[in-house]
């Protein structure tokens, strides 16, 4: 089956710092790849959609400029967090659409 | 907006049977899954049903969907403890060339061995 991998699987960086974290569809191409936070026992929330060579479209209320997403390839999307805060802490879950949705494993992300 | 809701919590004896709710709003939704997450993990897609379908049948799983009452339900037969994750009910209309998904609140399952 379809494979999503994201990188790092954890992070833990200093209040102020800029995290990326990759996704990358392994053994297919896609031309849309989903961003989603997901908090401590909540649901999955979608942040943007990215497509391949396109602005990513942000749902409301997420920053744009505080999240931002490349989708420079047909396999891989990638989310920097900039200037992150301790509230920024959370799951990050990417997905890769090629007829449904592939997940990948998702990134911890810590800031301290 | 679309609002997908489920119970928090699910507890159940190895071998017997689990039933995990599901309710939804957007009645645009053609298609409902149901993903399971082992805790640190992302989701694995277990199932899914068309909104034209009333019933699909995946060996242990069976899917229930009451469109009138849109309302979703996750059996899983002889439950293992392996079986222990948390389950998200979810739907997506159709839209174009790909589909936003809406997640409910997940189920958390627990088996007691």
């Known amino acids: ?21 990759e996704c990358r569809s392994l053994d297919f191409q896609a031309t849309t790849m989903f961003w989603y936070r997901q908090f401590p026992k909540q649901s999955l929330m979608l942040m943007a ?16 400029d505080k999240f931002l997403i490349n989708h420079a390839s047909l396999t891989l999307s990638t989310l920097t967090v900039t200037s992150a805060h301790p509230e920024d802490s959370s799951f990050y879950i990417c997905s890769a659409y090629s007829n ?7 990134t911890r992300l810590t800031v301290l | 907006g679309e609002d997908v809701e489920q119970s928090l919590f699910l507890s159940v ?5 689990s039933v995990i ?7 645009s939704s053609t298609y ?3 993903y399971k997450q082992e805790p640190g993990a992302g989701l694995q897609l277990l199932t899914y049903i068309f909104s034209n379908m009333d019933m699909k049948q995946d060996q242990r799983l069976t899917v229930l969907l009451n469109k009138k009452d849109k309302h979703l339900s996750l059996r899983i037969a002889d439950t293992q403890t392996g079986d222990s994750a948390i389950y998200f009910c979810a739907e997506s209309p159709l839209s174009g060339g ?15 061995p």
Not at chain 1, 2 to 21: F, L
Request: aromatic share 12%; glycine share 12%.
């Open chain 2, 21 to 27: 709710n599901c309710t939804y709003t957007d009645s």
């Open chain 2, 98 to 112: 790909y589909q936003k998904v809406t997640f409910g609140t997940g189920t958390k399952l627990q088996v007691i």
């Open chain 1, 49 to 64: 959609t990215s497509n391949e060579g396109s602005k990513a479209t942000y749902e409301q209320g997420v920053e744009k």
């Open chain 1, 1 to 21: 089956g379809a494979v999503v991998s994201q990188h790092p699987s954890w992070v833990i960086c200093k209040s102020g710092t800029s995290v990326k974290i």
């Open chain 2, 32 to 34: 409902l899954y149901w």
């Open chain 1, 100 to 106: 449904e949705q592939f997940f990948g494993p998702g």
């Open chain 2, 13 to 17: 004896r190895e071998g017997d049977s």
